[in-house]
């Protein structure tokens, strides 16, 4: 199937962990995302890459850091993990800067 | 600084009923506009993307129009059918080269329809 997929699909953890989450699209995609979802359900673009450079970086926390080895994948590796950083995470691909996101089914972070 | 806001937060109606959800931002300066779904504990599926230069977009019962002057956007669902029922998000993408790629999501409407 052509598709954004992450893994894992779940991770409970607990504080001052250290934790990756995987993404790969198979699309063809030259640009790939990372979304945060909170509690209240809002979503907020974290990391962009394009070809492999990083173009749009949030005010996100140091701990929060995006390695894309090749355009078809970028993970997001987070450190010292916070109360706070319990949401869901999205990764998202587009075939450029300007057309459709195709997203995937997240993963839903739970820190305890 | 973009704002998207949209309203109802959330809506209910009886099966088979024409509905319109909406959708509002700030700053017209845009490049294009897109809707999507999202249902519980899954990820998001596009559903119309609508350039700033266009007007509307139509694929089977929705209908997405846009206004870039007013700012607004308006998502119309024909004959809603139970399995309508998700949660529905617009998300403006900005202009500018550091912004390029960038969606500004709203908060979404969540959209319940009763058999």
């Known amino acids: 199937d052509t598709a954004v997929s992450q893994t894992p699909k779940y991770l409970v953890t607990q504080m001052g962990n250290d934790k990756s989450i995987k993404c790969e699209q198979n699309?063809?995609?030259?640009?790939m995302y990372w979304y945060k979802q909170d509690s209240k359900k809002f979503l907020k673009i974290m990391f962009s890459?394009?070809?492999?450079?990083?173009?749009i970086n949030e005010t996100v926390p140091n701990r929060f850091s995006p390695k894309s080895p090749d355009k078809a994948h970028l993970n997001l590796h987070i450190n010292s993990l916070e109360l706070g950083d319990s949401a869901v995470y999205f990764c998202?691909?587009?075939?450029?800067?300007?057309?459709?996101?195709?997203f995937g089914n997240g993963t839903r972070l739970t820190v305890t | 600084k973009q704002e998207v806001t949209q309203i109802p937060a959330a809506l209910s109606v009886p099966e088979g009923e024409n509905l319109v959800l909406n959708c509002s931002f700030t700053?017209?300066?845009?490049?294009?506009l897109q809707w999507f779904r999202q249902d519980p504990g899954k990820g998001l599926t596009s559903l119309l993307l609508i350039q700033s230069s266009q007007r509307e977009q139509t694929s089977g019962r929705l209908n997405a129009s846009l206004d870039k002057s007013s700012g607004r956007s308006t998502l119309y669902i024909a004959a809603s059918q139970p399995g309508d029922s998700a949660t529905y998000l617009c998300?403006?993408?900005?202009?500018?080269?550091?912004?390029?790629?960038?969606?500004?999501f709203g908060q979404g409407t969540t959209l319940q329809v009763k058999p």
């Open positions: 998202a691909s587009s075939q450029d800067r300007v057309s459709p996101l195709h």
């Open positions: 699309l063809g995609h030259d640009t």
């Open positions: 998300a403006v993408r900005l202009r500018g080269s550091s912004n390029t790629g960038k969606l500004i």
């Open positions: 700053d017209s300066a845009i490049y294009n």
């Open positions: 890459y394009n070809n492999k450079e990083l173009i």
